[in-house]
């Protein structure tokens, strides 16, 4: 770093694709992984272009060991990254806890695919739970951010190393096998939001690079003492409040007017974003609120707006999982309705305005 | 012969029990790193297991591995540091149960890496279960009628298994039960660390240690155990040494 990228030139390029690229020019030293559909086109374009770099990848031999490897190179301060999809990430939340545990910086990216089992290999959102709440033991929470299309899988993962390194935990970006299929333009780019202040990536005083010239270092989540491991959760409780404080991004779409409000992320907010215009069209004042950070939530947008909307209508690729949060954060301050397809089933914008008018027209203008 | 402690040590008490094999495992790999000069150029992966608390006592950089994982652990911190001389410290249900993945893989691989695998026989932390080195016939916790083949399978000899793979340079089996075995110990330890600083492949010592908590014998007794029961099962020596193997890139 910095090394030439094409800055400025813009390609038709599919979501794995420009996931893996951003990567590259976001200065990821090593990319440890294992095949998986829907993101099988990330570790194989990571093969070409690491070796390109002269920098490191390697297919493990699972995702238990990919995530093991992943906690190797963060150990020694490296930029490091690994992609899988549901069922792989499955797998990873052991080595997931002990990175946040150990509190090691690394990005990871969901292609998330129908659940449960092994599901299908067709575009989800059902593992918001597994993302937001845990998924892996102890108290921790991973930095989840949800691109919605080609040009944010490119931009965030820089947005994601980060948040990684400044705060020393893993970021996790949550996408889908539609935005990691499709093919859009992306413009190859250093992004600025929603990325906050330039962040260190010095790691000097932590890493484990051989005891030359200081004492040994050890870096590992086992705490015996008593009291000690109440004490080190505090600390991880502090840098989750700081990240709750600093880092929720959002986009609120035509909701300064709106009776009707979609909150939705990633590939379903594109569909919500369609369905308002058409909705307007019809003479129902409709917006949409986008999380672009799952964790921490937008949760003191909604509180605050929620009682000048008549209706807030949570739209997912899933059976209802981010409704909790919104519901959590609305209270009773405004009725919240759900609508979800599953198993591979995407709504379209035809589909959600006609549910939307159905509930919502005669009660909403 | 002037004892002394080795640089690599820290001074401390270690938490193992009387008669135990790690303090002395501990040591010999302390003592290789010493004459080599290669402290401040280690990275160690201490294992789920009885040495988890090893970084208190090695005096160089150590983390811990999820259990059985330090194997890909390791190869995450070499892969990226190929300068570094980066070792993992396994037990039997670390290595050979819940981390037979990662140790085949990453063998296989030839990984630049050195493995100290620590046989007892049994899971000696979490209080004596049966572990895949576990001797026929013997009484453990979750086998208190003794391993039965036709149940629970055979000993497992990783070694042996391991040393078929292409990756692998150096495997060999000692014990740490007499001062001769301890010196022949000292020497593959140090066989292993030569082939990574080498730079030809996966280099691999399995260590017959007591265990006598484990085992419910006397630490006099568990020397006898390793003498008569154990190196039977598990004969000693270096099964695969390539000594020309050529240089593979890191």
């Keep these: 770093m910095p090394r030439q990228h094409n800055t400025g030139v813009t390609k038709l390029m599919a979501g794995n694709h420009a996931l893996a690229e951003g990567a590259v020019q976001a200065g990821c030293d090593a990319y440890f992984g294992y095949p998986i559909t829907p993101q099988n086109e990330v570790p194989e374009y990571m093969a070409q272009r690491m070796a390109e770099e002269g920098r490191v990848f390697l297919q493990s031999e699972s995702e238990l060991a990919a995530i093991s490897m992943v906690m190797g190179a963060a150990l020694t301060g490296k930029r490091v990254m690994t992609s899988s999809s549901s069922p792989g990430i499955s797998l990873m939340q052991e080595g997931i806890s002990y990175l946040c545990g150990c509190e090691l910086p690394a990005v990871l990216a969901n292609v998330v695919r129908g659940g449960p089992g092994l599901g299908n290999i067709a575009a989800a959102q059902s593992d918001y739970f597994q993302s937001v709440k845990g998924g892996g033991h102890g108290d921790y929470r991973l930095l989840v951010i949800a691109p919605a299309s080609v040009q944010e899988m490119f931009d965030f993962v820089f947005w994601a190393f980060d948040l990684a390194f400044k705060y020393r935990n893993p970021a996790l970006i949550l996408t889908d096998g539609l935005i990691g299929q499709m093919m859009e333009p992306v413009t190859f780019r250093e992004p600025t939001w929603p990325r906050a202040t330039p962040v260190s990536f010095d790691c000097s005083g932590w890493a484990l690079t051989g005891a030359r010239g200081r004492p040994p270092r050890s870096i590992k989540s086992l705490y015996l003492g008593d009291g000690v491991l109440e004490a080190h959760n505090a600390k991880l409780q502090a840098k989750y409040a700081r990240a709750m404080a600093e880092e929720v991004r959002y986009e609120a779409v035509e909701t300064d007017d709106a009776d009707v409000v979609f909150v939705a992320y990633g590939i379903a907010a594109r569909v919500c974003r369609e369905t308002v215009a058409r909705l307007r069209a019809q003479g129902v004042k409709a917006g949409v609120l986008r999380p672009l950070t799952l964790w921490p939530f937008p949760s003191a947008w909604l509180a605050e707006h929620a009682p000048r909307f008549a209706h807030i209508m949570v739209v997912e690729l899933s059976c209802g999982q981010m409704i909790e949060d919104v519901q959590l954060a609305v209270g009773n301050r405004c009725p919240v309705n759900f609508y979800g397809r599953t198993g591979g089933g995407v709504m379209t914008c035809q589909e959600l305005t006609t549910v939307a008018l159905e509930r919502f027209s005669t009660k909403a203008v | ?250």
């Design chain 2, 1 to 250: 012969m002037n004892y002394k402690r080795p640089e690599s040590m820290q001074l401390v008490s270690t938490h193992y029990c009387a008669g135990c094999g790690h303090g002395v495992a501990h040591r010999l790999i302390c003592e290789v790193i010493d004459e080599l000069g290669i402290r401040e150029r280690v990275l160690a992966v201490a294992p789920v297991g009885c040495a988890v608390l090893a970084y208190d006592y090695w005096n160089f950089d150590v983390t811990e591995a999820a259990h059985g994982r330090a194997p890909a652990v390791a190869t995450g911190m070499k892969r990226c540091n190929p300068e570094n001389i980066v070792f993992t410290y396994q037990g039997d249900g670390d290595l050979a149960a819940i981390g037979a993945g990662e140790i085949v893989n990453a063998a296989n691989r030839g990984e630049l890496i050195s493995v100290f695998f620590i046989n007892n026989a049994n899971y000696g932390m979490t209080g004596g279960q049966m572990a895949p080195t576990t001797m026929l016939g013997q009484a453990t916790t979750t086998s208190p009628s003794g391993r039965d083949a036709r149940r629970e399978g055979w000993p497992m000899k990783v070694i042996e298994m391991l040393a078929q793979l292409d990756g692998v340079v150096y495997a060999a089996r000692c014990a740490l039960h007499t001062p001769k075995h301890v010196r022949e110990a000292k020497k593959a330890i140090r066989a292993a660390f030569d082939a990574q600083i080498a730079g030809t492949g996966f280099s691999i010592v399995e260590l017959l240690a007591a265990c006598p908590v484990g085992w419910g014998v006397k630490p006099t007794e568990a020397v006898q155990v390793i003498e008569q029961q154990m190196i039977p099962v598990y004969p000693l020596g270096t099964v695969k040494q390539v000594a020309s193997a050529a240089p593979v890139a890191p």
